[in-house]
């Protein structure tokens, strides 16, 4: 007999892609997609249609290295990512902490900021 109960403990995603700049301590996925309504004359939704799927992930963790920068490509899993924003945060009484905001859409192709500014 299964357990459908069965819980899963730990980080269990494969973050080597973040192995130079952060170490993973916690990744939230979120998944959405954007949707199309049509009202009636009342203003009433009477369809709604999904489309445009899209994956983010917020990573947070122990700083290393030089961090990870905007506008670049990681791999968590087998899926890229392309980041968004990083922040990093000192104190003096923890190791230096960093998280970063990361998206995936559809099958887009995710250019870096370097590609797209030509670098």
């Known amino acids: 007999m299964s357990d459908t109960n069965s819980r899963v403990f730990g980080v269990t995603s494969d973050v080597s892609g973040l192995a130079a700049g ?3 301590n916690s990744l939230t996925f ?9 009202r009636n004359e009342k203003g009433e939704i009477i369809d709604i249609a999904a489309y ?12 290393v290295g030089s961090g990870v920068e905007p506008g670049t490509v ?7 990512y ?13 190791f230096q902490e960093g ?4 998206r995936a859409a559809d099958n887009a192709t995710l250019h870096p900021i370097t590609e797209v500014q030509g670098e």
Request: glycine residues 4%.
């Open 99 to 102: 998280s970063i905001q990361a």
């Open 52 to 63: 445009s799927k899209q994956e983010t992930v917020d990573v947070n963790g122990v700083f």
């Open 74 to 80: 990681v791999t968590i899993g087998d899926k890229d």
């Open 22 to 24: 952060l170490i993973a």
């Open 82 to 94: 392309l980041v968004t924003s990083s922040t990093k945060t000192e104190s003096n009484t923890a």
């Open 30 to 38: 979120n998944k959405s997609v954007e949707s199309a309504e049509a």
